[in-house]
C-alpha cells in the first residue's frame, strides 16, 4: 500500500489530489498519512476522516482547537502551527503532493524530501526562491522530484528519454489570464475581482491573479530553468489563448513534441501520482474537430513586464529568485488589499530587486532555509514599503 500526503489539500490543486486518490484508492490502494490546510477547518476535517488520514494539520496555531472539535472521534490525531506541518511532512511516505501556495510550502517540501519518496510539486514558488536547495536536500535523500504545474508536466512528458543535447528549446504556453485583450489604460484600473477571473483554468485566487499579470507565466519560466536545468535562452513562451497544447520541446533536427490536452489540473496530478506508470484518469478526452483552430501570439513584454523581471532574475541568479517571489508575494497581498493598483504589482517588484541587488551575499545561492527565510523577509518588507 502506497504511503501518501497532501500539503494544501484543501486548495485547487489539493482538492484535486484528493479527489484522485479517492479515485483510485479502490481496494485500499493508498494509506493517507498526512492532509494539511489553512483556515477552512471543515473542509480539512471532511477530506481527513473521508480519507482516513492518520493525521490533519492546519497551518493557524489558533484553529487547534477546532480542528480537534472537527476530528472528534474519527482517530485522526488534530495539529496546528508550522511546525506541526514540517513533523507531519517527515513522516515517512512514497509519495507527497506539495500544494500549498507561497513561500509558505518551501520548508514542508523540504522536509518532505529529506525523508525520501516521490516530491510531486505543484508550488512553484519553493523552485523558484530555492532551486537549488530544493535539488540538493532531494538527492542527499534519494529523492525524486516530479512537476505538477501543467507545463512542466507537459514538458517532462514530451521530453520522455531524450537527454537535453538534443534540445534547441522548450515553449511554455500561456493563455494571457483575464486580460489578454485589454489595452494598458484599461489595465491601470483592473479590479481584485477582474483579475480573480481566467478563461481556462479553475485555479486559487493567487494564482489566477498571478495568471492575468504573467507574473504566473515568469514563475515558471523560472521553474522550468530550476526544474530541467536549462539555461534561460533556451525557455519561450508563446501566448495561446485556447489553453489546448502545454508545452513544446524543439529539437536540433527540427522535429518539436507537443504536449495536448484538455485544462484540468488532474491529468498532471495523476500523471505524478501513477509515473513511471499511465492509467487512466478522470479527465475529459480531446476533441480537436471540435475545437476547431488553435491561435497563437508572441508575448508582448511591453505590456507584461513580469516576463521581463524572470530574464533579469534567472541573469542574476543567487537570491534574485528569493527576493522576486517574496516581492511578488508582497505586491499581490497589496493588490488584494486595495493599497496598490494592478499595474503597480511589477514596478515594486523591480524596485525591490534593484534596492536589494546591492546587499551582501545576493550573489550566493541560498543554501539553507534560513538563508531563504532572510532574503524572503527583507524583501518583504522592502516590497511594502
Ligand atoms: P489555493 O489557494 O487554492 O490553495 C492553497 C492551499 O495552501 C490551501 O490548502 C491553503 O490552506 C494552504 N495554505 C495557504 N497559505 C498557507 C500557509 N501560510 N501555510 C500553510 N498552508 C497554507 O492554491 P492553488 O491554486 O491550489 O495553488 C497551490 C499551488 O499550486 C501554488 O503554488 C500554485 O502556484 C500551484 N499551481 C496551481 C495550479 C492550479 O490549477 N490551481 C496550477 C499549477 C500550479
Ligand atoms: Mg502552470
Known sequence: MRRISIFGATGSVGANGVDLIR???????????????????????????????????????????????????????????????????????????????????????????????????????????????????????????LPVDSEHSALFQALGNETLDSVKDVTITASGGAFRDWSLERLAAATVAQASTHPNWAMGQRITIDSASMFN???????????????????????????????????????TIAHLGAPDMRHAIGYALHWPERRPLPVDLLDLAAIGSLTFRTPDEGRWPALRLAREVMAAGGAAGAVFNAAKEQALDDFIAGRIGFTDMAPRVEATLTALSGEAGFGHDPDDLPTVLYWDGLARRKAAR
Open 217 to 255: 507565466k515568469a514563475m515558471e519560466v523560472i521553474e522550468a530553468k530550476e526544474f530541467f536545468g536549462l539555461d534561460a535562452a533556451r525557455i519561450k513562451v508563446l501566448v495561446h489563448p485556447e489553453s489546448i497544447i502545454h508545452a513544446m520541446v524543439t529539437h536540433h533536427d527540427g522535429g
Open 23 to 145: 479515485h483510485a484508492g479502490g481496494a485500499g490502494a493508498y494509506h493517507p498519512v498526512a492532509l494539511t490546510g489553512g483556515r477552512n477547518i471543515p473542509r480539512l476535517a471532511q477530506m481527513a476522516r473521508d480519507l482516513r488520514a492518520e493525521i490533519a494539520v492546519t497551518a493557524y496555531e489558533d484553529l487547534l482547537d477546532d480542528l480537534r472539535a472537527a476530528l472528534a472521534g474519527s482517530g485522526v490525531e488534530a495539529a496546528a502551527g508550522e511546525a506541526a506541518l514540517i513533523e507531519a511532512a517527515a513522516r515517512p511516505v512514497d509519495w507527497t503532493l506539495s500544494a500549498i501556495v507561497g513561500a509558505a510550502g518551501l520548508a514542508p517540501g523540504l522536509a518532505a524530501l529529506a525523508q525520501g519518496g516521490v516530491l510531486a510539486l505543484a508550488n512553484k514558488e519553493s523552485l523558484v526562491c530555492a532551486g537549488a536547495l530544493l535539488r540538493r536536500t532531494g538527492a542527499r535523500a534519494g529523492a525524486t522530484i
